[in-house]
């Protein structure tokens, strides 16, 4: 797949603070590639920086390789909401297209065809103020799109939508990397990253902790934990073999075990005295990592983990 963006060793400092280091990864055509982290991770100021926002302290940006970077062909949905208020729809759709160099008859048609998918026919000639937050933010969607970048960002493109909106939102983003696009996405939302995402990197204290493909992470990362419902003594479960802590709630324990177990064999180690109503035994989800590591408790920090 041919590679769109190139960040490398990325480095940017606010007076004393050092808010992302070393940052290196890359953006595919056709791929969305999320970009994770906690609160104050770094995770906006590397996008800014690519969107030539802000300037990098060190590292360097390419599109294609090449260092000048065209921006009518990138698209960015910015963190920060909010279009120019007493403007109706369509001029400014029409406005941020022509500013991309993009011809204003296909941009009206691409408008009024987004409006559609997005259950805002009929809308164009209203002002951005009369629209509702989740309707401005489809507008503020269509305009990052409406002038077909090869590279799309989008910073937080879920947050505020309701579960109808996020469902559009999902299958226009997809239908996008479907027909080429690199998307660059981030998002708190790690049930629809994991849905979604072919790769991803995540970040912690400004430097990288996970970077690969979404398979290869869940392998890697996602230790089994295995769920019993059953009124069970917390140190008969935590003394069981493999088992690296426990979570108790009423009579739901859940017990995450040690990399590499072999889900099967450890099974047939449980005592016969331990109260069973349900089992089951899953992969820690996407979301567990993020919290394992937002919370200094696992394996990628323990590793000093660079995983490429
Ligand atoms: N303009 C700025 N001036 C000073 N410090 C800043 C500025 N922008 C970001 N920072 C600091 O840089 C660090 C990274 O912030 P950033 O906004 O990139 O994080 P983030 O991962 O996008 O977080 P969130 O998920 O909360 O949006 C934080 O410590 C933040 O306080």
């Excluded at 055509?29 to 970009?35: P, V």
């Excluded at 729809?89 to 997005?118: G, N, Q």
């Excluded at 934990?225 to 709630?249: A, F, M, S, Y």
């Amino acid at each position: 797949m041919e590679t769109m963006l190139t960040v490398e060793t990325l480095e940017k400092s606010f007076k004393d603070k050092q808010a992302i280091r070393d940052i290196s990864f890359d953006v595919r055509k056709g791929e969305i590639m999320a970009i994770l982290g906690p609160n104050g991770a770094g995770k906006s100021t590397t996008i800014r920086n690519i969107m030539g926002i802000m300037y990098p302290d060190k590292g360097s940006i390419a599109f294609r390789g090449h260092n000048e970077i065209p921006r009518h062909k990138i698209g960015y949905l910015p963190e920060e909401r909010g279009l120019y208020k007493n403007v109706k729809v369509m001029d400014i759709l029409l406005y941020l297209a022509e500013l991309k160099d993009y011809p204003l008859k296909k941009a009206r048609e691409r408008a009024l065809s987004y409006l559609k998918k997005f259950d805002l026919e009929g809308q164009e000639n209203s002002s951005v103020e009369e629209l509702s937050k989740g309707m401005g933010q489809k507008v503020q969607f269509i305009s990052s799109i409406i002038h077909e970048p090869e590279l799309l960002i989008l910073d937080e493109p879920f947050s505020g939508l309701d579960p109808v909106s996020q469902e559009l939102f999902k299958t226009e983003i997809r239908s996008l990397a479907e027909n080429g696009t690199a998307i660059l996405l981030s998002s708190h939302q790690m049930n629809l990253v994991e849905e979604m995402c072919d790769r991803l990197f995540m970040m912690h204290n400004g430097k990288r902790v996970i970077y690969g493909d979404m398979d290869d992470v869940k392998e890697k990362y996602a230790n089994f934990k295995c769920t019993i419902r059953g009124k069970n003594d917390p140190h008969v479960l935590e003394n069981l073999p493999d088992v690296e802590r426990i979570k108790q709630d009423e009579d739901t324990s859940v017990l995450y075990l040690a990399r590499d177990v072999h889900p099967v064999s450890w099974l047939k180690h449980l005592p016969e005295s331990l109260s069973v109503q349900e089992l089951s035994i899953d992969r820690i989800s996407l979301h567990e990592i993020f919290i394992d590591i937002a919370t200094d408790q696992n394996l990628a920090q323990k590793e000093g983990a660079a995983y490429a």
